[in-house]
C-alpha cells in the first residue's frame, strides 16, 4: 500500500519534488546562493511538491452549452487554510478559487487610438468554489505528489440561489467584465464575488476576502452566504437589480473603497485562538489630495471581530525592506499576496513585485482605528526570500521553463498555510492556463497548479 502520508512536525518533510534529491535543502542552497549551513533567517527549502490533479471545472446545471464546451480544467486557487490531518496521516486543506477564468481581449477605438484591453469572463455563470484538498505524496520519490480534490462546495447565496464571478459593482468602481465573443459588457451581479482569501469560523464555516466591493463574506459550512460586509458608502448591484442575496453590512473603513482597479482584499487569516481576523488589501488604496510618498506604499491591515466580521483595531504595512525607496517599489509593482496568523498578535505576510518574493513576520501592536486613522505602522522581519527558488518554482509550473519568470510577481503565489512551526504550503494561482486570446483554455497546456512545502527560519520563542 502506498504510504501517502506527510509528518511536518516530524522531521524533515516527505520529499516529492521533480528531479530533486532527499537531500533537498542542501542542494538548493548551495546551487542558488544559500551554501550549506547558512543560518540567515532569510534562507528557504523546498521540502516538497504537488500537482493538481486534472479534473474538469464545476459549473451550474444551467450554464449554457458553449461555456461547457470550453472544457476548462479546475484551477484559480486563489489561497488556502489547513483543514486537519486524517488517521493515516494525510494533511487537508481547505482552498478557495476566484471568479473564474478570465483574461483580456483587445477592443478597437473608434478614434483610431490603440485598442484598449478589455477583461473577458468566457464563463459567466461560474460560481467561485470552496475545495477541499489533499495531499498525496508520490509513490516514486522523483515525481511530484498529487494535490488530490476530495469535496467540492460552490458558494451560494442564504437562500441557495448561484453567486458569480461578476462584478458585483457597477462603473465607475469597477471596470467592466466582458465576453469574449462580442466584447459587450456582462449584467453586474449584487451577489458576485473576485474570492482571494479564505479562513475558518469556529463553527465549521468559512469567512472569505473578495476583490470587487472589496467584502467580507461569513458562509456557513455549506458554503452559503450569512452576511457581507462593505466599506461604508459601498453599493452593490446596480439600478437594475441593487438586492443581494444576503445582509449586508456597511462597516469597513472608506479608504477601502479606493483599493486600487482589481486590487481589493487578498489575504485573510484567522488567529490560532479564534479570536481576530486579519485581512489586507492587495495594494495601498489610491491616494487621496496631498498624500505623502510613504502613504502610496503602505497597505491597509485589518483587525477584525471574527463572529461579526466588525473591524477592532487597524495598522498600516509598508512594502518591501526599510531602505527601499517608495519610487521604486512603486516601479516594482509591490503587493500583498496571502497572509496566514503565527500567534494570536504575529502574522507571515507572503509580499511579492517584479523584484521580489518574500515571507515577512509582522507583530501587532496596540492600536486601534481612530477617525483621524492615524493608526500605527507594523513592524515586520523578513523570513524567507523565495527568489533564490524561483527557477525551481518556475520550472515546474510552466512544464519546464527554464530560469526565473521575467517579473517575480508572475509566478502568481496567491495562497499560503501554516502547516507547522517554520513550515508553510504555497500555491500558485494558474488562471484556470487561459489562453493568450482570453477566450479559451490554453493548448497545448501553459501552466498548472502546483503546492509546495517550504521550511523557512521562524523567529526565536
Given at each position: 500500500?502506498?504510504?501517502?502520508?506527510?509528518?511536518?512536525?516530524?522531521?524533515?518533510?516527505?520529499?516529492?519534488?521533480?528531479?530533486?534529491?532527499?537531500?533537498?535543502?542542501?542542494?538548493?542552497?548551495?546551487?542558488?546562493?544559500?551554501?550549506?549551513?547558512?543560518?540567515?533567517?532569510?534562507?528557504?527549502?523546498?521540502?516538497?511538491?504537488?500537482?493538481?490533479?486534472?479534473?474538469?471545472?464545476?459549473?451550474?446545471?444551467?450554464?449554457?452549452?458553449?461555456?461547457?464546451?470550453?472544457?476548462?480544467?479546475?484551477?484559480?486557487?486563489?489561497?488556502?487554510?489547513?483543514?486537519?490531518?486524517?488517521?493515516?496521516?494525510?494533511?487537508?486543506?481547505?482552498?478557495?478559487?476566484?471568479?473564474?477564468?478570465?483574461?483580456?481581449?483587445?477592443?478597437?477605438?473608434?478614434?483610431?487610438?490603440?485598442?484598449?484591453?478589455?477583461?473577458?469572463?468566457?464563463?459567466?455563470?461560474?460560481?467561485?468554489?470552496?475545495?477541499?484538498l489533499a495531499l498525496e505524496t508520490s509513490a516514486d520519490p522523483g515525481k511530484p505528489g498529487t494535490l488530490r480534490v476530495v469535496e467540492v462546495k460552490p458558494i451560494s447565496t442564504a437562500d441557495g440561489g448561484p453567486s458569480s464571478g461578476r462584478p458585483a459593482v457597477?462603473?465607475?468602481?469597477?471596470?467592466?467584465?466582458?465576453?469574449?465573443?462580442?466584447?459587450?459588457?456582462?449584467?453586474?451581479?449584487?451577489?458576485?464575488?473576485?474570492?482571494?482569501?479564505?479562513?475558518?469560523?469556529?463553527?465549521?464555516?468559512?469567512?472569505?476576502?473578495?476583490?470587487?466591493?472589496?467584502?467580507?463574506?461569513?458562509?456557513?459550512?455549506?458554503?452559503?452566504?450569512?452576511?457581507?460586509?462593505?466599506?461604508?458608502?459601498?453599493?452593490?448591484?446596480?439600478?437594475?437589480?441593487?438586492?443581494?442575496?444576503?445582509?449586508?453590512?456597511?462597516?469597513?473603513?472608506?479608504?477601502?473603497?479606493?483599493?486600487?482597479?482589481?486590487?481589493?482584499?487578498?489575504?485573510?487569516?484567522?488567529?490560532?485562538?479564534?479570536?481576530?481576523?486579519?485581512?489586507?488589501?492587495?495594494?495601498?488604496?489610491?491616494?487621496?489630495?496631498?498624500?505623502?510618498?510613504?502613504?502610496?506604499?503602505?497597505?491597509?491591515?485589518?483587525?477584525?471581530?471574527?463572529?461579526?466580521?466588525?473591524?477592532?483595531?487597524?495598522?498600516?504595512?509598508?512594502?518591501?525592506?526599510?531602505?527601499?525607496?517608495?519610487?521604486?517599489?512603486?516601479?516594482?509593482?509591490?503587493?500583498?499576496?496571502?497572509?496566514?496568523?503565527?500567534?494570536?498578535?504575529?502574522?507571515?505576510?507572503?509580499?511579492?513585485?517584479?523584484?521580489?518574493?518574500?515571507?515577512?513576520?509582522?507583530?501587532?501592536?496596540?492600536?486601534?482605528?481612530?477617525?483621524?486613522?492615524?493608526?500605527?505602522?507594523?513592524?515586520?522581519?523578513?523570513?524567507?526570500?523565495?527568489?533564490?527558488?524561483?527557477?525551481?518554482?518556475?520550472?515546474?509550473?510552466?512544464?519546464?521553463?527554464?530560469?526565473?519568470?521575467?517579473?517575480?510577481?508572475?509566478?502568481?503565489f496567491e495562497g499560503l498555510a501554516l502547516l507547522a512551526p517554520g513550515v508553510v504550503a504555497i500555491v500558485n494561482d494558474n488562471d484556470f492556463d487561459m489562453d493568450a486570446a482570453g477566450a479559451a483554455p490554453a493548448h497545448p497546456p501553459i501552466r498548472r497548479t502546483?503546492?509546495?512545502?517550504?521550511?523557512?527560519a521562524p523567529a526565536a520563542e
Amino acid at each position: 500500500m502506498t504510504d501517502r502520508r506527510l509528518r511536518p512536525a516530524v522531521g524533515s518533510l516527505l520529499l516529492a519534488a521533480a528531479g530533486l534529491t532527499l537531500s533537498l535543502s542542501g542542494p538548493i542552497r548551495s546551487s542558488l546562493g544559500s551554501p550549506q549551513g547558512d543560518e540567515s533567517p532569510a534562507a528557504a527549502t523546498i521540502e516538497s511538491m504537488y500537482v493538481l490533479e486534472e479534473g474538469p471545472l464545476p459549473l451550474p446545471s444551467d450554464s449554457p452549452a458553449a461555456s461547457r464546451a470550453l472544457d476548462f480544467r479546475l484551477g484559480g486557487i486563489s489561497d488556502l487554510f489547513l483543514s486537519g490531518t486524517t488517521a493515516d496521516g494525510t494533511i487537508h486543506l481547505w482552498g478557495i478559487t476566484d471568479r473564474g477564468p478570465n483574461g483580456f481581449v483587445q477592443k478597437p477605438s473608434s478614434d483610431g487610438s490603440p485598442p484598449k484591453p478589455l477583461r473577458t469572463l468566457p464563463v459567466p455563470t461560474f460560481q467561485p468554489l470552496l475545495v477541499k484538498l489533499a495531499l498525496e505524496t508520490s509513490a516514486d520519490p522523483g515525481k511530484p505528489g498529487t494535490l488530490r480534490v476530495v469535496e467540492v462546495k460552490p458558494i451560494s447565496t442564504a437562500d441557495g440561489g448561484p453567486s458569480s464571478g461578476r462584478p458585483a459593482v457597477a462603473p465607475p468602481r469597477s471596470k467592466p467584465m466582458v465576453d469574449p465573443a462580442t466584447a459587450l459588457p456582462l449584467p453586474i451581479d449584487p451577489d458576485g464575488l473576485d474570492t482571494e482569501g479564505l479562513a475558518p469560523t469556529a463553527d465549521g464555516g468559512f469567512w472569505i476576502a473578495e476583490e470587487y466591493g472589496p467584502s467580507l463574506l461569513r458562509l456557513t459550512s455549506e458554503g452559503r452566504m450569512v452576511r457581507r460586509i462593505v466599506p461604508v458608502g459601498a453599493v452593490l448591484g446596480d439600478d437594475k437589480d441593487p438586492h443581494a442575496g444576503c445582509e449586508v453590512v456597511e462597516a469597513l473603513p472608506e479608504a477601502c473603497l479606493r483599493r486600487a482597479d482589481n486590487r481589493g482584499f487578498e489575504g485573510l487569516a484567522r488567529s490560532p485562538d479564534g479570536a481576530r481576523l486579519f485581512t489586507m488589501l492587495q495594494s495601498p488604496p489610491e491616494p487621496l489630495a496631498g498624500s505623502s510618498e510613504e502613504d502610496a506604499i503602505c497597505v491597509p491591515l485589518l483587525v477584525l471581530d471574527p463572529v461579526a466580521g466588525i473591524p477592532l483595531a487597524e495598522y498600516r504595512y509598508r512594502l518591501g525592506e526599510p531602505g527601499d525607496q517608495p519610487a521604486a517599489l512603486v516601479a516594482a509593482d509591490g503587493k500583498i499576496s496571502a497572509l496566514a496568523a503565527t500567534g494570536n498578535d504575529t502574522l507571515l505576510v507572503l509580499e511579492q513585485s517584479a523584484t521580489a518574493s518574500r515571507l515577512y513576520e509582522v507583530v501587532l501592536g496596540p492600536s486601534v482605528r481612530t477617525a483621524a486613522r492615524t493608526v500605527e505602522t507594523v513592524s515586520k522581519r523578513l523570513v524567507a526570500d523565495l527568489a533564490p527558488l524561483a527557477p525551481i518554482f518556475n520550472r515546474e509550473l510552466t512544464h519546464g521553463a527554464a530560469g526565473a519568470p521575467e517579473k517575480l510577481s508572475d509566478l502568481k503565489f496567491e495562497g499560503l498555510a501554516l502547516l507547522a512551526p517554520g513550515v508553510v504550503a504555497i500555491v500558485n494561482d494558474n488562471d484556470f492556463d487561459m489562453d493568450a486570446a482570453g477566450a479559451a483554455p490554453a493548448h497545448p497546456p501553459i501552466r498548472r497548479t502546483c503546492l509546495w512545502i517550504v521550511r523557512y527560519a521562524p523567529a526565536a520563542e
